[in-house]
Each structure stands twice: as structure tokens, then as C-alpha cells.
């Protein structure tokens, strides 16, 4: 895996087998932030062309555009913060039900307490990442597996988004807010902003600081991290208190969309973030992560529905082109690797 | 990189097969149709009597539908999508009363009527989001209710003395609520000496009503009737009656899906009120070209329940059998 062990040359056998120089890092560090998301660039180039010609001509016009950058908002944000938690070789199961927690939260601080609505935004990514800090402390010092840790939140969440609310939605924001959902500065809607925005601090924080790249080293070898001095179990925490915090997130820019704080939110949205994440390069066995890839994946999915919707293919046969698109794009990232360093 | 190109050729074979052959013609006034989920046989009739009228009618339609009645911001997402299309009419089924209010409102700048099927909508909230709805069409859920209690007051005499039990739907749930509702307002007029011992929430879940049917029989083993808010409880409480050796016990419920319809042929369940959610499609689309025509149509427009018992559905006469699905 690229971080640790010297990499082979993408494109063929070996040219370089001397120690790891400056330049192999170097190469390290794009190969994790560009190479690996060639071939989803390329899938997301075919679907879109094969929708334009499919859905003429509704698909390819600047609205629908926009639209599909709105659809994929939320999910987007959720699939980022997936992605450190599996480059750091882990799973977050429970990000779609924290999306209508925290957003259910900052609606009743808002409505019920009359928060004013700065602290209505906080309570939105605080509840998140403080649930996902619950699930990074229990898969770091109880060591209880992620996958079940983050199961038994997806419950506890989602339980807990039901009572609060009753099962009803809340309905009403203050207008600050509801801008961040429903707000059109310089034409583009504000959640697509917001994604952009996320994407770019993301993706400097998992390539160019030390936080991103003791996740990517966790998930590749957890003894030789240890080994190196990573604080193996205070990242863990650190790296589920982001995903938490980015499903509140997430979870604010619907509940502004919307103009409430819906508690059936984000359902079923913790597959369709990890098929994100996968699909855009991410190794899923850890190691290996790129923000600008899971965007990709993300636009991939949001395309694909779209396009679906528009040519008005039921929503069974939809579920079975999601799928087939994940084996597809994972396919093809094998393909690939096995091309460049076959054994 | 050969076989990188090679793979991605297929892919756009597949992506391609999935896409081909449904180009819609746009020459005909489309309707658009967005619906809940197609997996529940309810919103299939209404889909069913929505393609029937549009036939009649000679106008296009287009469904779509969320994956599954959870998938809220799907559906918001599939809403927005459908108005790229330039429906003449919008004919919704939300999920919950806010997910689409803000495609609603596009809807109402681009002058497109929106119809609420079924009041999943708010009109209290819409007001609030400013958004303005042609018309609500779908089943009375408490007059739906009051037919169940009437049923059971003809069926045991208005004099008829003993426990009743209601079974609500899931809590919070308005549907439920209002069926449960109308139950006991119209059985303290119809039938004043039978008194509801219990009214409980059964989560629209046929073990769960089972369960509860068995313990108030525990507790209460003078009870006469049983009323659920929907068919599948229903049949989870006739079959716990039954099992208790109480064969005289009246349980009904409300829907009339097939199961239902099965349990009464068979001389179990007593009687279901029939909602048609084929004539609710069916009306929603007859409604919805007069609003388009320019004409006046009732704000709210309820569609007609009927009490399915074994004699109504041996005797084939009421018209309205014919939109049961």
C-alpha cells in the first residue's frame, strides 16, 4: 500500500527501486490525491454523456446542472467525512441517522429553546461529532468493532431523532439558516457552496497535514503507526468526531433545504455514502483516501438518479444500476492497479 | 490501459441498455405524478387509477417515486427533477408534511398547480411556507372511522352493552389518529353503552396487534369488538381473538387491501372500510383538468370509503366494488 511501503511506478514495472527519495513522497502523495481517480473521472464522463443523449434534452441544461449539485449536497458532505474513517480502515454505519439527529437537534434549540441561530448551526455539528466521539471512543478503548459500534448508533440516532420529535417533522428556521439551504448567491445554490467549500478544506487536511495522513497510515498498518508514535486511539476518537460532525453538517444543510428538522432524514444514506467513497477510489481496507475522488463518486450517484428520474426509469430498476455501478467502479480500479504493479 | 478503455466501453453498453427505449414524447400535456413508494400496494391503485384517467383523458404522465416512504430527500430530489420536465400539473404524495415544501413553492412560481394526494400535506404548514395547493383529494380517515363504529353498532344493536378495543396506528401518526378518532366520536353516538376500555398504539404492526388483542382479552374478557386503524392489524387481532376461543368477538379494520378482502370471504375478519385509492387517482386526475380548464373544484374532495363485509362482497352489487383492488 502506497503510504509506507516504496511504490511501484503507476504505469509499468519498475524504473525506480532505489530507498524512497523526495521525489518518490512526492509521488506518493499525488498518486493518493490524483492518480486513483482517473477511471471514475472517466465513468462519470461516460454516464454523463450517455444521459445527455438519453434524457434529451432536459439533462444537459445549466438548472438541471445545479440540481444535481443540490441533490448531491448533503450526501457529498457525509461521504467526505466517510472517507477518513475508511482510509483510517474503519466503517461509520451510523452517519445518515446522526444527519437527523443533529439537524432534529438544532431545530428544537432553535424552536423549542429559542436559540438564537448562531448556536442552532453549532448544536447541529456539535450533536454530530460529540455521537461520533461516543462511537470513536467505544472502537478505540473498548475496542468494540466499528462496524458494530457505528450499527448500534445508526439505532440509538435514529431512536433518539423519533422521540425528540415524536416522529413529526419541525417545522420553521430562522431565515439565517434557512439561506444556507435554500440561498442563491451569484445564481448557485448555498448548499453546493457549502459542499465546495468542505471538499477543499478536506482535501488539504487528509493530503497536506499530519491529521490526514496518520488516518491514511492507521488504516494502512495500525502496529507500524503505533510503532512510529501515532496516538493511535485519540485519532480514532478524533477521526469519528469528524464523520460524526460532518453528518451534523449534513444534516444542517437539509434541515435548512427543508426549512425543518426531519427525523426520518438521511435514511439508508450510510450505504450510499460508503458506495461514494468507494467508488471514488477510496481504499476500502484503509490506507489509502482522496477527497476529490469521493466528490466524484458522489456526482456519479447524483448523475446517475438524476438521469434515471428524468428518463423515468422506476426507482427498483435504479436501485439495481446503483449497485451495479459500485462492483463496476471497483472493478475498475482493480483493473487498474493490478496493471500497474502485477506480481 | 487497453483494458481500461475496453471495461469502460462496456460500462457505456450497460449504462446505455439502462437508458435506452424510454425517451418520453413531449408533444401531449404531461402530468406529473410523484408518489410515495410503488412496493405499497396502496400507492400501485392509485397509480393504476391515475393511468386510467390520463387514457380517458388522452394526456401524458409521468410517475416517479422514492425507493422507499423513508427516503424523504430522494423523493425532494426526484420532485426537483420532475419540474425540469414542465409538468402542466403537479400530483403529490409526500412522504412528510415539509420534505417538498420547497420544490412545491418552484412549482407555484412556474404556475404549475400542485395537487396533494391523500393530505399528506399541512394546510397549516403550507400556508406558513407560502405555498398554494390546488386541491386535497383522498379518503376521509374519520369518517372512515365513523363507518367502522357504525358497523359495529348495526351488527351488536344500538343497545349493546360491553368493552371495546382500538388499535391506533403508529404514534404521531395523523392517519391513525384521525381513524381512531372518528371511531369513538361516532360510537358514543351510535351505540352509547359500549365503552373503548383501551386505545393503544399498534404500529401499524400485525404481531404487535395480536399481542394486544391477546392481553385486553386477559384483562377484559367481556369485550365485544376490536377496531384497528388498518387491515394488517386487523388480521393480527381477528387471528388472536379467534385462537382465544372468542369467535363472536367483531373485529374491524381499514383499507380493504386483498388479504383483508381474503380474511372476510373466509368468514374471519368482519368487515374492513375500504379505502379506493383507485378512485383517488382516478379523481385526482379528472380534478386536476378542470383546475387546468380554469374551473373551480372543492378545496378538500374525499373520495367515498365502503364497508367490505362478507354479505357486500358475496352480493357483487355496490358499484364502488368494482375500484377495489
Redesign the interface.
Known sequence: MPILSIPKEPFGPAVMTAAPSAATRWRVRLTSATAFRIESLLALAVMTAVMTVAAWPYFLTVSNALNILLATSTLGVIAIGMTFVISSAGIDLSVGSLMAFSGVVGCLAVNNLDAPWPVGILACVIAGALAGAVNGSLIARAAIPAFIVTLGMLGVARGVALVLTKGVPVYGLPDPIVYLGQGRPWGIPAPVILLLATALIAHVVLIHTRFGLYAQVIGDNEGAARAMGVRVERMKVLIYALSGGLAGFAGLIFAARVNAGDPTAGSSYELTAVTATIVGGTNLFGGRGSILGTVIGALIMGVLQNGLNLIGVSSYYQQIAIGAVLVFAVWLNRLNRSEGRRR | ?V??IT??AS??V???A???S???AADKPVYGVLMK???NPYWGAVEQGVRAAAKEADVEY???????D?????Q???C???L??KPVVMITAA?????L??CLNHANELKIPVIDLDGNLDPE?TK??GVEVAFHIGSENEAAGAKGADYVAETLGKDAKGAVLVIEG????ITGQKRARGFANELKKVAPSLTIVASLPGDWDRQKAANIANETLQRNPDLVAIFCANDGMALGAVEAARSAGKDKLIVVGVDGNSDAVKSVLAGRLNASVAQLPYLVGKEAVANAQKVLAGGKVDENIYVPTLVLTKAVLEAKKDPLLAYVK
Open positions: 490501459m483494458r481500461i471495461a469502460s460500462f457505456a450497460l449504462a446505455a439502462l437508458g435506452s424510454c425517451a418520453l413508494t410503488l412496493s409521468f410517475t416517479l417515486a422514492a425507493e422507499s423513508q427516503a424523504a430527500e430522494p425532494l430530489n426526484a426537483n427533477t420532475m425540469e420536465k412522504i412528510n408534511s415539509t420534505i415544501l420547497p404548514i406558513k411556507a403508529l404514534s404521531g401518526n
